[in-house]
């Protein structure tokens, strides 16, 4: 499993790399690039998978809830720390309460379950967004303020999930060729994103400090224990309980780093985060596997 793990994570550090590597070729546009990742393809990835998804009500629920007392936990622990410490809450918190659920933890369940794990996981990862791009942004752009709430209510993003999901369960039709267009532009926002975190990389520097080792502690370690909580406070079994506890304890997001830089706000912290966590992968994602069953 170490081995599968790593398979899958490579594709990933490939483009980060690429990414990285292309900023000392060319000039690259960090703003233009995050803008139509952000903006334009992500939004009918999210939309797609929402709209093709055969998951019930209940379980949707479920998963929420799992989903939502992890944040909420990680939340409060990484506020508290960075209050405490002084470090700079809209880089730190994002990095620890958002996990890379849906570029790594995708093909990750598709590979360990099949197509049954991957649909909980595609649910469980657009849950997160709807924080990432709500909870996220508020944290990011300027805490609870008419400015953060403005943001919020311009995602694109968000009107994705809400009209994926409104789409979904009033089962109203779409064409054909609408749909298609969806799934086509929708499969370039992970490699995409991948691609951007390594531009970013390429005009930052990796930063090593005491709070890298407790934002990695809290991501990996905090977001395990969360998800064993949030299984076993929603009653799931099975599959879905290895998906959330898996999830949970995933890597950085690659938008904890990513959305900064859509804000103009500096994202070194949160980028070393997502190389680190993501480079430890290859040993605590099977770990995480093996201690879930």
Known sequence: MIIQSFVQLLPILILVAGG???????????????KVIVDFFMPML???????SDIGGHMVFNLAGAATLMVLILLGLAYLYSRITGIE???????????NSGFLGIPLMKLWGGIAAMNLIVIYDQIQTIYIFTLGILIIAGGFSTKGLKEM??????WAIFLGF????????LADPLLATMAFGGNAAPPLA????????????????????????????GGFLCGLLGSSIFGLTGISRTVVIVASSLPTAVFASVLPLRYGIKADFAATMVVISTLLGAVTIPLTFWLAS
């Open 194 to 221: 991948a691609l951007a975190v390594g531009a970013a990389l390429g005009e930052t520097k990796l930063h090593f400090n005491r709070h890298l080792f407790a934002a990695l502690f809290l991501r990996i370690t």
């Open 89 to 99: 809450a809209n880089q730190f918190i994002p990095s620890v309460i958002f996990m």
């Open 153 to 158: 209510i311009k995602s694109p993003i968000l």
């Open 46 to 52: 999210i939309f797609h998978a929402l709209y093709t």
């Open 20 to 34: 990285f590597f292309l900023t000392r070729i060319y000039h690259l546009s960090q703003d233009t690039l995050v």
């Open 166 to 173: 409104s789409f979904r369960f009033l089962e109203l039709p």
